[in-house]
């Protein structure tokens, strides 16, 4: 069974999510459990349709289970709206390819190797995440979805939590004193996000957030390039060489600064053989997974700047002053924090040139070995 279909109402659910108006805003309990919250008689949280597919089938009792007992966990709840047209498609499709169509969809509806039942459990954060009490301007939490098939990080796939403040909003403490309660956050993976509808909720083991869409757990890397706005080029370049997104797809705990199409522009990878291609591609990586919150934190132990070991053992430099990132001395990330099932990729607007082991950049601007960050090769 598909579920690309469903999953694709994500975006549907987020620009229809801005109509929906309740009279009533809810309140949390912090003497009822997330699930004795969510599941409460006549409560107006308007999240019935969620509830309903979590207690239709066996195969969601885990995540049940989980956030019925004592803990620290947040769940982010999708709400009816999206729900309904989730519901919806669903039916359709199993009409349609002549399934049973039941009222909500099996646990085991499966997309690759990911099935409808990880979904759920990567709306499921594994800690008491409180968005109002957030000291950081960007926020990456882990999610409870760390089976070994599908996140090859080890640590529950990422979401991601931000703001609609600046960083110079956020980081001033008067503007955030006076404004901090009218904020407004989203969470998702880095490409497809939610907007948070109804925030930290209170349980006795966690928060409850109520959320506009559905989310996507973070996929392998070739799946969610092809998504991505303005890399496609480099996913073009991954479909006429599936063994460099073969590559790509099985490395683990990596950070990929991927290049633009603007900044590819001029790159002739016609005139490449397949081993030069592969270098240039995987001259953009390096080992270890680097959040936009890691470079703020080293950065800020090393004066706005430190430095990264690339895959031909060069050093890679990264400063950062406040949300501008920039990547050896030249290239500025424009998206950050797009996450992959095994790293995470950051967009950038110029191609990096190759450096030598002393760290300085070689001095040929068409170099079409560009970049310099190395990788863990597990393949």
Not at 149 to 164: A, K, Q
Not at 179 to 190: F, I, K, P
Not at 192 to 200: L, Q
Not at 306 to 333: E, K, Y
Request: glycine fraction near 6%; hydrophobic fraction near 35%.
């Amino acid at each position: 069974m598909q579920l690309s279909k469903l999953l694709s109402l994500v975006l549907l659910g987020v620009t229809t999510a801005a109509a929906q108006q309740q009279q009533q805003t809810p309140t949390g309990n912090s003497s009822a459990t997330i699930v004795e919250l969510l599941t409460a008689p006549n409560n107006s949280l308007g999240v019935s349709k969620f509830v309903g597919l979590v207690q239709s089938d066996d195969g969601y009792k885990p995540v049940v289970d989980l956030l019925s007992q004592p803990g620290n966990y947040t769940c982010l709840v999708p709400n009816d709206r999206v729900m309904n047209k989730l519901l919806k498609v669903w039916k359709a499709y199993a009409k349609a390819n002549g399934l049973n169509a039941t009222s909500y969809p099996p646990a085991n509806l499966t997309i690759e190797n990911l099935t409808l039942a990880d979904v759920v459990s990567y709306h499921v954060l594994n800690d008491k995440v409180q968005l109002a009490n957030m000291s950081n301007y960007v926020n990456i939490a882990h999610s409870i979805l760390n089976s070994s098939n599908v996140d090859h990080l080890g640590t529950g796939l990422p979401v991601l939590i931000e703001n609609n403040a600046t960083w110079g909003q956020f980081n001033n403490q008067t503007w955030l004193q006076s404004n901090g309660q009218y904020l407004e956050y989203e969470v998702g993976n880095g490409n497809d996000d939610a907007d948070v509808v109804y925030k930290d909720l209170e349980a006795s083991n966690g928060f409850v957030n109520v959320i506009s869409s559905v989310l996507i757990p973070p996929m392998r890397p070739s799946l969610v390039i092809e998504e991505t706005d303005d890399v496609e080029d480099l996913a073009d370049l991954l479909v006429q060489y599936p063994d460099i997104a073969a590559h790509l797809d099985n490395m683990n705990n990596f950070t990929f600064f991927a290049p633009t199409d603007r900044a590819l522009k001029g790159v002739n990878f016609q005139n490449m053989d397949n081993d030069t291609i592969k270098e240039t591609v995987l001259n953009h990586f390096v080992q270890g997974v680097y959040y936009t919150t890691n470079f703020t934190a080293n950065a800020t132990s090393g004066n706005g700047t430190f430095n990264l070991t690339t895959l031909n053992n060069g050093t890679l430099p990264i400063s950062v002053n406040g949300s501008t990132i920039i990547v050896n001395n030249t290239a500025r990330v424009v998206e950050p924090n797009i996450f992959f099932n095994n790293g995470v990729m950051h967009v950038i607007n110029k191609k990096l040139n190759a450096t030598n082991p002393s760290g300085s950049s070689s001095s040929n601007s068409t170099n079409t070995s560009s970049s310099v960050v190395s990788t863990n090769t597990n393949a």
